[in-house]
Structures are given as structure tokens and as C-alpha cells.
């Protein structure tokens, strides 16, 4: 009989699962997707009612749905939340306030004690488990900015101060474990629920980005992994911890006491695309429909038709950016009257990949090594006209595995080694990790667009930045 692993990916806009044999193949998916975050002004950004729970239980059912297989034969579950976030909890492990979003401000300081139902302070993970499993548990690889880890532990710091200076009591912290160990046993009414077997393990991953590296199935130096999602960023797999870096984010990686660097990232990255479907409105769906395509395919159609270079048309991808750059504003360069929506497209993608680029070798001069390879997952991987732009831009071989979801994949790989199924992390990524299409790169483009980057990409904002500053002040 055929054995399958769960893999869940709780992210910001949706919670993806994915059943997968123990070869990495994928045999259903379901997904669910979250409510828009209640914003409100001095930068607070909250999940909605327990909206993160909500949606994990909906893409289980959904997946689950989709199972033709015999559910004993689902051996665990693993699981991966989105990182960077804060749950307060009552007693009981119920929320005592709605989850902050990694998006809002108070997550840039430490915990601040105001509400005295909060016995429980934990992240997205350990929140989830707990509604999973009804332990209080959490993965030492979700535990970044002011969390008081030990990182040459990866349990709590036995200095009483570091833990008050993160704002924080022991007694408010939940155990630690380390990806790949269990959480615990499903509870038995979920169990019940869903028709899985008594007793399935959920085992814990690590941060969303960690995870997604694992089933991208980078493990050498010379990997980097790319991640086209909302939030653009790219990461590389290292042994040690960097210090004070200057233009990447050193975290702790899905395997234990390693680490995943992660470079400066693109804010409504491929946001920007479905912006611009959804500018485009009647158009791209009439002629997709015509065509017998989805509006995405209709777009890198027409995409593709499109010189590189855009016919000289310039954007710059600052549709969101941090408080540093606050005046900063999308800006498109260069229109004339050769100038189509398909041109406006394409300018996009090469937008996010000349930025990107840019962010990956500032953190490869920092630390001072090269690449010789990109895996790019994400939902913009899909996109054969972006895998090539990149691949061009690059001038380096470009990966597009057939994982639907990375961080899918990565979470049943977790669940594989806790099993014993394979006896490492690297052994499992071996095993389930599969690449479906290989971008090769066209030396000439990479010299054009090197030109294009050097020349104009790197120099344009001390221009547009000076007149932002001026329409910033005024609207």
C-alpha cells in the first residue's frame, strides 16, 4: 500500500496543503485563502477573528476532499506557518488579542505586557501547533527578532535578562523543538474530523523562508534560491551565523544549526503583477477567454512578443517600500508611441529582476562568494517568460521544480526524516526534490541587460528620487 505525508504552508494570503507520496510527488492540493488584514493608522496590522486557524482547517478540507487514497495511509503532517508574527494567548491557549501581522510596527520593538489575559506569547507556529495538537511547543526556527534563543542551543536563553530585555517572562514562553521532531498527536477530534488514523504526528519545520529553501532542495554553496511570491527575496544555505550583516538577513534554516541568508527584499513583488491584470480588467479577461487561456498565460503571450528591454520603457518597482524610502513611488521611464500594454508587462518582470539581482550581489559581495545556479520557486516560477529574464539577466543555469508549493514540499520533507524515512535532511531533498524545466541563459542578452542595469537601473533614483521627495510633500 501507497504512504503519504500532508505538507501545510500557512502564508499571508493563503494556506496551501499538499498530499505527497514519499517520492516527493505531488497527489492532490487544496488551499484556503485568508481574510484581508485589518489595518488601522500607527502601523497596526492584525489577522482578522482567528482567521490563521480558519484557513488552515479550510485547505485541509479542501485537500482532503481531493484524496482518492486510503487516509491511513497519511503517516504525518507537517507543518509551516508565515514568520515575523506575534500571538497572545490566554491560558487556555485561545487568543486573548488578534495575531499582529509581520507588517505591523509593534513588531519592531519587544513585547510590551498591557493585557493581563495574555499568559502566552508565541508566534504563528507555535499557535497552530497548539490548535493542532493542544501542546504548548514551538519550533526554534521560527524564533527570530526579539525572541530570547540561544542560538548555539536553539532553546531559550538561560540569562533571565535576555529574557526580560525581549520584554518577556519565562513563564510566558512555550517549550522549544527543533524541525523534524514531532509537536505531538493530532487531536482526536481532528482526527475524527478529517478520517486520518489515531495518533498522527504534526511535526514541526521553521520559519516560512527556511522551509521553502528546504524543498527547493538547496543545499551547497554555490545554490541560491529565489522566491517569487508577494514578498521577493532570495536565499542562500550557509554552516555559519554572519554578523552584523549590512545587506542580507541571517536566519536559522529548517535544518538544525544551520543557517539561510536572506537578501533585501522586493515588497509587492509579483503583486505588482496581478496590479496591473487587474488595471487591464475587461481587456485581459475577453482576449484570454478567446484564446482559451488563463489572463496570466494571456500575459506572458503577449509578453514574449516584446523585445528585451521593453523598447526602452524603464520601471522602477517601488510600489511599497519601508519607512527609509517612504517617498519613494512606482515610476515608469521612457514611453513613446511604440509603447503597449504587453511593453508595460514586460518592464514589470524585468523591474523585479533587475531588483533582485541587485539585492543578491550586494549580499554576495558581503560575504564575498559567487553563484552558479538559481532555483526559482513561487507563483511567479510559473511564468516560462520570467524564468528566462531572470535566466538571461543572470547569465547563469535557472531551476523550476515541480513542486506546486516549496513550502509544502519542505514541510513532508520534515515529516519524511522525523518518520525515519530517510536518515538526513539532504538524504530526503535527494529523494523528494525534483526539478521540471532548466532555463538556459543567452550570453548576449546577459551582456545587454548588464549595460541597461549598470548604466541606467543603478543610477536612475538619485534622479527620481530628488522630484518623489517634492510630490511626496504634496500628496
Not at 500607527?42 to 482567528?50: E, I, N, S, Y
Not at 519587544?110 to 489575559?117: A, G, K, L, S, T
Not at 520557486?377 to 516549496?406: C, E, H, P, Y
Request: proline share 2%.
Amino acid at each position: 500500500m501507497n504512504k503519504y505525508i500532508i505538507g501545510i504552508d500557512n502564508g499571508s494570503q493563503s494556506t496551501k496543503v499538499t498530499i505527497f507520496d514519499l517520492e516527493g510527488n505531488e497527489v492532490c492540493y487544496g488551499s484556503k485563502l485568508l481574510k484581508n488584514l485589518y489595518t488601522a493608522e500607527g502601523g497596526v496590522a492584525l489577522h482578522p477573528d482567528d482567521d490563521l486557524w480558519d484557513s488552515v482547517l479550510g485547505g485541509l478540507k479542501d485537500c482532503l476532499s481531493k484524496f482518492s487514497g486510503d487516509k491511513s495511509s497519511i503517516l504525518a503532517v507537517g507543518l509551516c506557518t508565515i514568520r515575523c508574527c506575534r500571538v497572545l494567548l490566554k491560558k487556555d491557549g485561545s487568543l486573548a488579542y488578534p495575531v499582529l501581522s509581520w507588517m505591523d510596527k509593534r513588531l519592531s520593538a519587544p513585547y510590551v505586557h498591557e493585557n493581563d489575559e495574555v499568559k502566552y506569547v508565541t508566534t504563528t507556529s507555535g499557535y497552530l501547533a497548539n490548535r493542532m495538537t493542544g501542546e504548548f511547543r514551538d519550533t526554534c526556527s521560527n524564533l527570530e527578532l526579539y525572541w530570547p534563543i540561544d542560538r548555539k542551543t536553539l532553546d531559550w536563553s538561560t540569562d533571565d535578562q535576555v529574557i526580560k530585555d525581549n520584554g518577556l517572562k519565562r513563564e510566558q514562553l512555550f517549550s522549544i523543538i527543533k524541525p523534524g521532531e514531532s509537536y505531538g498527536p493530532l487531536k482526536a477530534e481532528l482526527c475524527r474530523e478529517f478520517g486520518l488514523k489515531d495518533g498522527i504526528q504534526v511535526v514541526a519545520t521553521g520559519n516560512d523562508k527556511a522551509v521553502e529553501v528546504l524543498g527547493s532542495g538547496i543545499n551547497d554553496d554555490k545554490s541560491i534560491m529565489i522566491s517569487l511570491g508577494t514578498f521577493i527575496s532570495s536565499m542562500l544555505l550557509r554552516e555559519d551565523y554572519f554578523e552584523d550583516a549590512k545587506s542580507f538577513f541571517p536566519t536559522l534554516a529548517c535544518v538544525p544549526f544551520k543557517y539561510v541568508y536572506e537578501s533585501k527584499g522586493i515588497r509587492r513583488g509579483m503583486w505588482t503583477v496581478s496590479w496591473y491584470k487587474e488595471l487591464l480588467g475587461e481587456e485581459i479577461i475577453n482576449k484570454a477567454n478567446k484564446l482559451g487561456v488563463s489572463e496570466e498565460e494571456y500575459l506572458n503571450q503577449i509578453g514574449e512578443t516584446i523585445p528585451p528591454g521593453s523598447d526602452g520603457l524603464i520601471t522602477l518597482l517601488d510600489w511599497l517600500n519601508d519607512s527609509t524610502y517612504e517617498f519613494r513611488k512606482g515610476v515608469m521611464l521612457g514611453f513613446d508611441h511604440r509603447h503597449t500594454s504587453a511593453h508595460i508587462y514586460r518592464s514589470i518582470l524585468e523591474a523585479i529582476s533587475y531588483n533582485i539581482k541587485n539585492n543578491i550581489h550586494e549580499m554576495l559581495d558581503e560575504i564575498g562568494t559567487e553563484v552558479d545556479n538559481i532555483t526559482v520557486i513561487g507563483g511567479g516560477s510559473r511564468s516560462n517568460l520570467m524564468m528566462q529574464i531572470i535566466a538571461d539577466m543572470f547569465g547563469l543555469l535557472v531551476k523550476r521544480n515541480k513542486a506546486t508549493s516549496s513550502a509544502c514540499l519542505g514541510a513532508a520533507i520534515c515529516a519524511a526524516k522525523y518518520l525515519g524515512i530517510y536518515k538526513s535532511f539532504d538524504e530526503a531533498m535527494g529523494k523528494m526534490v525534483r526539478v521540471s524545466e532548466v532555463f538556459e541563459p543567452d550570453k548576449n542578452l546577459y551582456k545587454f541587460y548588464d549595460e541597461i542595469n549598470n548604466k541606467v537601473i543603478k543610477n536612475v533614483r538619485k534622479h527620481t528620487d530628488e522630484i518623489l521627495k517634492i510630490t511626496y510633500s504634496i500628496f
